[in-house]
Protein backbone atom coordinates (compact mmCIF):
# COMPACT_ATOMS: atom_id res chain seq x y z
CA UNK A 1 0.00 0.00 0.00
CA UNK A 2 1.26 3.26 -0.66
CA UNK A 3 1.55 6.11 1.70
CA UNK A 4 -0.69 9.13 1.48
CA UNK A 5 0.81 12.43 0.64
CA UNK A 6 0.40 15.34 2.50
CA UNK A 7 -0.83 18.56 0.93
CA UNK A 8 2.25 21.08 1.86
CA UNK A 9 -0.06 23.59 3.63
CA UNK A 10 -1.67 20.46 5.49
CA UNK A 11 1.52 19.09 7.20
CA UNK A 12 2.80 22.94 7.72
CA UNK A 13 -0.82 23.14 9.87
CA UNK A 14 -2.43 25.64 7.85
CA UNK A 15 -5.66 23.45 7.50
CA UNK A 16 -7.13 20.70 5.70
CA UNK A 17 -6.74 19.93 2.14
CA UNK A 18 -8.12 20.38 -0.27
CA UNK A 19 -7.55 24.17 -0.24
CA UNK A 20 -8.91 26.92 -2.19
CA UNK A 21 -7.98 30.09 -3.81
CA UNK A 22 -10.64 33.06 -2.22
CA UNK A 23 -8.25 36.09 -3.69
CA UNK A 24 -5.04 38.03 -5.05
CA UNK A 25 -4.02 41.35 -4.64
CA UNK A 26 -0.34 43.02 -4.29
CA UNK A 27 0.78 44.80 -1.35
CA UNK A 28 3.67 47.25 -1.09
CA UNK A 29 4.46 50.36 0.39
CA UNK A 30 4.07 52.68 0.99
CA UNK A 31 0.89 51.79 2.59
CA UNK A 32 -1.26 54.76 4.38
CA UNK A 33 -3.68 54.05 7.04
CA UNK A 34 -4.75 55.76 10.00
CA UNK A 35 -3.86 54.88 13.51
CA UNK A 36 -6.64 53.91 15.23
CA UNK A 37 -5.84 55.40 18.85
CA UNK A 38 -4.42 58.98 17.32
CA UNK A 39 -6.66 59.72 14.22
CA UNK A 40 -3.74 60.02 12.63
CA UNK A 41 -2.94 59.29 8.83
CA UNK A 42 0.34 57.18 9.08
CA UNK A 43 2.48 55.51 6.02
CA UNK A 44 4.33 52.71 6.15
CA UNK A 45 7.12 51.12 4.01
CA UNK A 46 8.95 52.38 1.20
CA UNK A 47 8.52 52.85 -2.40
CA UNK A 48 7.87 49.30 -4.04
CA UNK A 49 9.24 47.35 -1.08
CA UNK A 50 6.34 43.86 -0.61
CA UNK A 51 4.13 44.54 2.42
CA UNK A 52 2.99 41.31 2.85
CA UNK A 53 4.09 37.84 4.62
CA UNK A 54 3.91 34.48 3.46
CA UNK A 55 2.10 31.98 5.96
CA UNK A 56 4.31 29.07 4.44
CA UNK A 57 7.60 30.18 4.30
CA UNK A 58 7.54 33.64 6.18
CA UNK A 59 8.82 35.60 3.29
CA UNK A 60 8.21 38.96 2.69
CA UNK A 61 5.83 38.87 -0.39
CA UNK A 62 3.98 41.44 -3.03
CA UNK A 63 1.97 39.60 -4.39
CA UNK A 64 -0.40 37.93 -1.74
CA UNK A 65 -2.58 34.92 -2.89
CA UNK A 66 -5.44 34.66 0.07
CA UNK A 67 -6.47 30.76 0.49
CA UNK A 68 -9.16 28.64 2.35
CA UNK A 69 -8.88 25.19 3.70
CA UNK A 70 -11.26 22.49 3.54
CA UNK A 71 -11.88 23.48 7.62
CA UNK A 72 -12.26 26.91 7.12
CA UNK A 73 -8.95 28.91 7.89
CA UNK A 74 -7.92 31.20 5.98
CA UNK A 75 -4.05 32.56 5.22
CA UNK A 76 -1.97 34.32 2.95
CA UNK A 77 1.02 32.93 0.91
CA UNK A 78 2.94 33.64 -1.86
CA UNK A 79 2.62 32.26 -5.65
CA UNK A 80 5.39 30.67 -5.67
CA UNK A 81 4.47 28.57 -2.77
CA UNK A 82 1.74 27.41 -3.83
CA UNK A 83 3.30 26.13 -7.35
CA UNK A 84 4.68 24.22 -4.58
CA UNK A 85 1.92 22.71 -3.64
CA UNK A 86 1.42 20.07 -6.51
CA UNK A 87 -2.37 20.76 -6.50
CA UNK A 88 -3.71 21.24 -10.21
CA UNK A 89 -6.57 23.33 -9.62
CA UNK A 90 -5.28 25.54 -7.08
CA UNK A 91 -1.84 26.27 -9.00
CA UNK A 92 -4.27 26.71 -12.34
CA UNK A 93 -6.82 29.26 -10.47
CA UNK A 94 -4.00 31.35 -8.89
CA UNK A 95 -1.82 31.23 -11.86
CA UNK A 96 -4.82 33.00 -13.93
CA UNK A 97 -5.22 35.57 -11.12
CA UNK A 98 -2.05 36.49 -10.57
CA UNK A 99 -1.45 37.22 -14.44
CA UNK A 100 -5.23 39.11 -14.04
CA UNK A 101 -3.83 40.73 -11.05
CA UNK A 102 -0.35 41.87 -13.13
CA UNK A 103 -2.19 43.54 -15.98
CA UNK A 104 -4.17 45.55 -13.77
CA UNK A 105 -1.37 46.51 -11.84
CA UNK A 106 0.87 47.54 -14.27
CA UNK A 107 -1.71 49.70 -16.07
CA UNK A 108 -2.45 51.65 -13.12
CA UNK A 109 1.09 52.12 -12.47
CA UNK A 110 2.00 53.67 -16.01
CA UNK A 111 -1.01 55.68 -15.35
CA UNK A 112 -0.23 56.55 -12.17
CA UNK A 113 2.74 57.72 -13.53
CA UNK A 114 1.34 59.77 -16.69
CA UNK A 115 -0.14 61.61 -13.42
CA UNK A 116 3.06 62.19 -11.91
CA UNK A 117 4.51 64.01 -15.04
CA UNK A 118 1.82 66.46 -16.10
CA UNK A 119 2.66 69.86 -15.52
CA UNK A 120 0.85 71.18 -12.22
CA UNK A 121 1.52 67.67 -10.22
CA UNK A 122 2.98 68.82 -7.40
CA UNK A 123 4.02 65.11 -5.87
CA UNK A 124 5.65 64.65 -9.60
CA UNK A 125 7.54 67.76 -9.50
CA UNK A 126 11.07 66.57 -8.26
CA UNK A 127 10.89 63.81 -10.99
CA UNK A 128 9.63 66.09 -13.36
CA UNK A 129 12.56 68.69 -12.77
CA UNK A 130 15.22 65.83 -12.72
CA UNK A 131 14.00 64.39 -16.06
CA UNK A 132 13.73 67.97 -17.54
CA UNK A 133 17.42 68.79 -16.65
CA UNK A 134 18.94 65.34 -18.22
CA UNK A 135 19.31 65.32 -22.23
CA UNK A 136 16.73 63.31 -24.55
CA UNK A 137 18.17 59.86 -25.19
CA UNK A 138 18.17 60.60 -29.03
CA UNK A 139 20.99 62.94 -29.88
CA UNK A 140 19.78 64.70 -32.54
CA UNK A 141 16.27 65.74 -30.47
CA UNK A 142 18.63 66.70 -27.74
CA UNK A 143 20.17 68.99 -29.78
CA UNK A 144 17.03 70.57 -30.50
CA UNK A 145 16.42 71.02 -26.57
CA UNK A 146 14.66 67.90 -25.66
CA UNK A 147 14.45 66.49 -22.87
CA UNK A 148 14.59 63.01 -21.02
CA UNK A 149 11.22 64.57 -19.65
CA UNK A 150 9.75 64.89 -23.14
CA UNK A 151 10.73 61.29 -24.39
CA UNK A 152 9.39 59.63 -20.98
CA UNK A 153 5.80 61.25 -21.84
CA UNK A 154 6.29 60.10 -25.47
CA UNK A 155 6.83 56.84 -24.65
CA UNK A 156 3.92 56.70 -21.46
CA UNK A 157 1.50 57.90 -24.56
CA UNK A 158 3.39 55.96 -27.18
CA UNK A 159 4.67 52.42 -26.14
CA UNK A 160 3.51 49.49 -25.01
CA UNK A 161 3.88 48.03 -20.90
CA UNK A 162 7.16 47.15 -21.32
CA UNK A 163 8.27 50.63 -22.61
CA UNK A 164 6.15 52.25 -19.60
CA UNK A 165 7.27 50.09 -16.97
CA UNK A 166 10.65 51.37 -17.42
CA UNK A 167 9.68 54.77 -17.06
CA UNK A 168 7.18 54.59 -14.12
CA UNK A 169 10.61 52.65 -12.38
CA UNK A 170 12.89 55.46 -13.51
CA UNK A 171 9.85 58.03 -11.54
CA UNK A 172 9.52 56.39 -8.68
CA UNK A 173 13.10 55.94 -8.29
CA UNK A 174 13.50 60.08 -8.32
CA UNK A 175 10.72 59.99 -6.08
CA UNK A 176 12.26 57.86 -3.52
CA UNK A 177 15.52 59.80 -3.66
CA UNK A 178 13.83 62.81 -3.08
CA UNK A 179 11.75 61.25 0.01
CA UNK A 180 14.69 60.07 1.39
CA UNK A 181 16.54 62.98 0.72
CA UNK A 182 14.12 65.15 3.07
CA UNK A 183 13.89 62.44 5.77
CA UNK A 184 17.56 62.80 6.03
CA UNK A 185 17.33 66.29 6.51
CA UNK A 186 14.71 66.40 8.92
CA UNK A 187 16.40 63.75 11.06
CA UNK A 188 19.54 66.39 10.88
CA UNK A 189 16.95 69.18 11.90
CA UNK A 190 15.70 67.35 14.62
CA UNK A 191 19.55 66.46 15.93
CA UNK A 192 20.32 69.73 15.79
CA UNK A 193 17.06 71.29 17.41
CA UNK A 194 18.05 68.59 20.01
CA UNK A 195 21.56 69.50 20.39
CA UNK A 196 20.60 73.31 20.53
CA UNK A 197 17.82 72.44 23.34
CA UNK A 198 20.22 70.62 25.45
CA UNK A 199 22.70 73.47 25.58
CA UNK A 200 20.14 76.24 26.77
CA UNK A 201 19.10 73.89 29.31
CA UNK A 202 22.41 73.54 30.49
CA UNK A 203 23.16 77.43 30.66
CA UNK A 204 19.77 77.85 32.11
CA UNK A 205 20.48 75.43 34.96
CA UNK A 206 24.63 77.04 34.91
CA UNK A 207 22.23 80.77 36.31
CA UNK A 208 20.21 78.93 38.53
Same mark, same amino acid.
Given at each position: MEPTT???FEKAGLGRAPFR !????? /? %? %?? @?? %? $?? #? @?? &? +?? /?? &?? +? =?PGQPMGSCAYCATGIATCCGILSADGKRFIVGSDCVRKTGQASLIENTEREVRKLKKATTAARIGRTRELLQDGNAEGAVARDALAAMPHPNARLAEL?? =? /? !? #? $? *??WILGHAGAAGGTKIARKVEKLLAGAAERDARDERYEAEVDGI *? *? *?RDDERAHGRD
Open positions: IHP !LVFVE /E %R %RG @PI %R $YV #D @PK &T +GI /EM &TC +G =SGK =S /E !L #D $Y *AR *A *A *A
